[in-house]
């Protein structure tokens, strides 16, 4: 089995556990979580029947979701964050020791803001820094479909076989917010693959061939109550 080490970047990293990297199946959204598998009628509250005669599936169904809700690991704030808007500028409120963690950022005026998010960015300084095996490079990404959280975290790849020195990320916080983002709360997802080399190939069917491939594909998975490609198909992958 590969493994992930994480070198501390902070003095208190070594008397406050709360706070290390953890496996992203750890902090899965609760809203996620809580939801049902399958389809309910808003009116009745009775499951709504799929056409097979199942239940109709819903997204908590899908493994392709909480694969990436549980791949790779997480870094997670060390401290409370407060936000708060003074002078028409978005300042941060930040515990005594961890002054560094997060700040503001200089304006990157030809990277496109997300819309609904500031133009003018911030920056997360993780106390932690991965080191992968040779051959290993790692995704760095906005913890992914958090969609509750007030911001998004820049995305990158870095080769940390052979770089573990922890850097800046920016991160774009979502207009109107002020408030409390808690200890704890995940600031980046990230995933580690090996680098190989790739290319492509396209195949074009007529349409007699794309509808054989389709009905094809709804013999193999289109059963009650679904699930099929979980059961028979999905490779789980471990993260300790």
Wanted: proline share 10%; charged share 25%; aromatic share 18%.
């Amino acid at each position: 089995m590969n493994k992930i080490i994480f070198h501390s970047n902070r003095e208190y990293n070594s008397y406050i556990n709360d706070f290390h990297p953890q496996p992203s199946a750890k902090l899965i959204p609760k809203w996620y979580s809580n939801a049902d598998k399958y389809v309910k009628d808003p009116k009745t509250g009775e499951y709504v029947p799929n056409y097979d005669g199942g239940k109709m599936p819903s997204f908590k169904a899908c493994p392709a979701i909480l694969d990436f809700f549980t791949s790779g690991y997480v870094f997670v704030t060390p401290c409370d964050l407060f936000f708060y808007k003074e002078n028409n500028q978005i300042l941060i409120k930040k515990p005594k020791g961890y002054e560094d963690f997060c700040d503001s950022r200089p304006a990157m005026p030809e990277f496109v803001a997300p819309n609904g998010y500031y133009e003018n960015p911030f920056h997360w300084y993780p106390s932690w820094a991965p080191e992968l095996p040779e051959g290993y490079s790692a995704i760095y990404l906005s913890p992914v479909n958090h969609f509750d959280l007030p911001f998004i975290t820049v995305s990158g790849i870095i080769d940390n076989d052979k770089f573990n020195t922890p850097g800046l990320m920016p991160f774009f916080l979502k207009e109107g917010f002020t408030g409390l983002i808690p200890a704890g709360t995940p600031f980046v997802q990230i995933i580690p693959f090996k680098r190989e080399d790739w290319e492509s190939e396209i195949k074009l069917y007529n349409q007699e061939k794309i509808v054989e491939r389709f009905m094809k594909s709804s013999e193999t998975f289109r059963k009650p109550g679904g699930d099929v490609y979980r059961k028979k198909f999905w490779t789980r992958r471990k993260y300790k």
